[in-house]
């Protein structure tokens, strides 16, 4: 009897205990807290120093070449190794604890070694936090391609952290103008996107502007005033064989690629005033997209080869314009100010990044394409020429510094800012390279 | 008058805010959910994906923030801390992306 | 007298005249706005010439009053070609008043000298951007070119190029021939530093 009194007793106490549980749960179900913002700041991460064994090639390191490169990004802020209190170049050796400790998210380790005339990396990427390896690969390059090398472990690096796809290995085209001699020579250069193994390509005491890369990055497409007026070449890097595909009376100007490679757009008067034309690469043929007495030139394929984008100043000063389609009735992009020139949109479709002039400066900005918001990314004044790179998330433009023409890498969306090292005399007019894989 | 859970739920708000880096790939239409179960002393027993974003970066990011701190603000009256912060869901939901 | 089968390079420059924050704040006027600048130069071109005529030695007795005021006119003509620099405002093509006498004097020349040719060579704005700029530059060259002919030059004379934002060669190469060239321009402060680089 008793017994069954305590058993109905507890059993009631259960579901006394089952209905506070079921209470509990539903009120924690209420309680949902939501993140909608995060750090402003770039993500703390550590490069170590690889360890090495056998003759590695004098120069840069290859930890400082990808340190440097993930800095550039302005999404990364890599800790000095100064700083850090251990050099592991493997997992065991690894202390998340101390990481943590330094507020690190992100631990790249590594061992350089020699084989023959190549240099092989064994790398690994650690997450600090989830204390789990995110990346393992051994790569390997002729030891004279360290640089290239090293490129490579930061666009896998960047990939394993942000899901996007590292630009670091691709190139930059550019022209350098340099007075010094007293006839001014122009050159057109290709680096990597650090500025370092810069090679000329042409050099010319007539100007040469607008280098566009082709999608498969084997050529550029530039002007060049060469024969006393601005023609359109095409250069293929390799070979160095140069064709002259544009040379109409009037401006031939602003090449830019379809994205299949087989025809330009360019700026063409050849009847009257500044319009836009394709020119077909095979047959030559140019084919007038836009017809409007004012100028309309820059212009450039959206990211689907869709529509085209392009600068016209039809309503009065010069402004961003979206042609839907080839003869399509175009559409105003930009009204934040009066001077708006020179779109190049990005690879998503994203947004689309110009020159702006504001309160007497010429600064980049761009324009959020889904809700046409406008932000200007650049705080210095004679800014001209965004390039966007290939992943969307950096831009190359030119500027000046100390009267100086100089080229400054900054994130897309107009953080950390990275001056390319300077050279001899001006640098302009950058083009940022494709990913080639 | 902020309730008392109110008040730690603002805190952990904002200490995760400040933890969290989401990656170069998230959009705004991107949410991970996180079921997690503390101690408490504030520690983090546990942390489960119940959502996913269909991102693993975004997810990792999440879970990195989840895991950085190495105390949870909360409140000291024990029944609050048993109602509302032994385990409870973050969302991680991108409005304003840089 | 010059040889006539050379061509004649007519810089179409333009006007800082109307970009607000250049001209109206003190510092940029320390480093010599647009006007103090420009001004000089185009008289420094027009009297230097002026002064430097072989006519000196020709007898103003032996002639009438109408041969005299001819040969007057005539030399003010010539002096008024030594200007071949033409500014524009900001982002403008507009033939500017104060040019078009000078423009008169350059057409009346090359419709009575139809074997003389002259190169326009137009340039844009240095700052912005490029290829904008470079169409900017050619609208300009096409404006002088179209009022040189609606005033008695032929097309076939002329020959138009842009450089937009560019320092051609050409110009300094023109200069050791003994040819009065376009002072360059440059839009910012800059401005009298570039003509010292390139005296």
């Known amino acids: 009897m008793i017994q069954r009194i305590s058993f109905t007793l507890s059993k009631m106490v259960f579901a006394a205990a089952a209905l506070m549980l079921v209470a509990a749960t539903s009120v924690q179900a209420e309680l949902l807290i ?17 360890s090495e064994s056998g003759n590695m090639p004098a120069g840069d390191k290859l930890s400082s070449i990808v340190q440097a490169d993930l800095a550039m990004s302005g999404e990364f802020r890599p800790l000095p190794p100064e700083k850090m209190l251990s050099l592991p170049s493997k997992r065991s050796d690894v202390y998340f604890r101390d990481w ?49 090398l090293a490129h490579h472990v930061s666009d896998k690096v960047y990939e394993a952290i942000t899901g996007v796809p590292g630009a670091f290995s ?128 820059e ?57 702006h002039q504001r309160d007497g400066a010429f600064l980049i900005a761009r324009t959020n394409l889904k ?24 831009l190359i433009y030119a500027t000046k510094q100390s009267g100086k023409s100089v080229l400054t890498v900054i994130s897309a969306d107009g953080g950390a800012a990275y001056s390319l090292p300077a050279s001899e005399g001006d640098v302009r007019d950058p083009a940022w390279g494709p990913i080639v894989r | 008058m902020l309730s008392e859970s109110q008040k730690y739920q603002a805190l952990i708000r904002e200490r995760l805010s400040q933890a969290w880096y989401p990656p170069s790939s998230a959009t705004e239409e991107m ?16 942390v489960k994906l119940v959502a ?47 | 007298m010059k040889l ?74 010539e002096a008024l070609r030594e200007i071949t620099t033409f500014y524009f405002d900001f982002d403008t093509s507009e033939i500017k008043p104060e040019a078009r006498d000078v423009l008169m004097a350059h057409a009346r020349y090359l419709s009575s000298n139809p074997s003389q040719n002259v190169r326009l060579e137009g340039h844009g704005d240095e700052r912005g951007s490029k290829e904008y700029n470079l169409a900017i530059g050619e609208r300009r060259a096409n404006a002088v070119q179209r009022f040189l002919v609606v005033n008695g030059a032929s097309r076939g004379q002329m020959e138009t190029v842009s450089y937009g934002e560019e320092k051609p060669a050409v110009m300094a190469h023109q200069r050791v021939h003994g040819h009065k060239i376009a002072v360059w321009n440059s839009f910012s402060s800059k401005r009298t530093h570039n003509i010292r680089l390139n005296p």
């Open chain 1, 100 to 148: 943590r400790l330094l507020g690190q998210r992100y631990v790249l380790v590594g061992e350089l070694t020699r084989n023959g005339d190549r240099v092989q990396a064994r790398y690994e990427l650690f997450d600090v936090n989830r204390e789990e390896r995110i990346l393992g690969e051994t790569a390997a390059a002729p030891a004279s391609n360290i640089r290239s």
């Open chain 1, 34 to 50: 939501r993140i909608t913002e995060g750090a402003d700041s770039a993500i703390p991460v550590s490069v170590v120093p690889f």
């Open chain 1, 299 to 355: 212009a450039a394929w959206d990211s689907n080869d869709d529509g085209i984008f392009f600068t016209s100043d039809r309503s009065g000063g010069p402004q961003i314009y979206y042609m839907a389609k080839p003869g399509a009735e175009p559409r105003r992009i930009t009204f934040g100010s009066r001077y708006n020139a020179r779109p190049r949109p990005d690879s998503k479709g994203d947004y689309v990044y110009y020159v």
């Open chain 3, 4 to 77: 006539s089968a050379q061509t004649k390079v007519i810089a179409l420059l333009f006007s800082v005249g109307l970009f607000a924050g250049c001209s109206t704040t003190g510092e940029s006027m320390d480093d010599g706005g647009y006007d103090s600048d420009v001004a000089p130069i185009d008289q420094d071109q027009g009297s230097t010439v002026y002064g430097g005529s072989d006519q000196g030695g020709i007898s103003s007795s032996s002639m009438t009053e109408e041969e005299r005021m001819e040969i007057q006119q005539q030399a003010e003509l």
């Open chain 2, 31 to 46: 949410t991970a959910r996180l079921q997690i179960t503390l101690l408490p002393t504030g520690e983090l027993a546990g």
């Open chain 1, 170 to 297: 691709t190139k930059l085209a550019y022209v350098t103008l340099d007075r010094t001699s007293g006839q001014p020579r122009y050159r057109l250069q290709v680096s990597d996107i650090d500025g370092k193994r810069a090679r000329v390509r042409l050099e010319s005491k007539e100007p040469i502007l607008s280098p566009a890369w082709s999608p498969d990055g084997k050529k550029l497409a530039y002007v060049s005033f060469e024969s006393g007026k601005p023609a359109i070449f095409i250069h293929e890097l390799n070979s160095g064989q140069r064709t002259k595909v544009a040379d109409f009376p009037g401006l031939n100007s602003a090449p830019t690629w379809s994205s299949d490679g087989q025809s330009l757009l360019m700026t063409l008067s050849k009847d009257g005033n500044a319009e836009i034309y394709q020119m077909n690469l095979q047959s030559r043929k140019v084919t007038k997209l836009t017809n409007h007495w004012a100028i309309d030139t």
């Open chain 1, 371 to 394: 809700n046409d918001e406008e932000t200007v990314l650049t705080r210095t004044e004679s800014d001209e020429s965004p390039s966007v790179s290939p992943n969307g998330r950096m």
């Open chain 2, 52 to 98: 996913s974003s269909g991102n693993t970066a975004f997810d990792n990011s999440a879970l990195g923030a989840v895991k950085s701190l190495s105390r949870y603000p909360v409140p000291s009256e024990r029944d609050t801390f048993e109602t509302y912060f032994r385990q409870f869901t973050i969302e991680f939901n991108p409005r304003r992306l840089r």
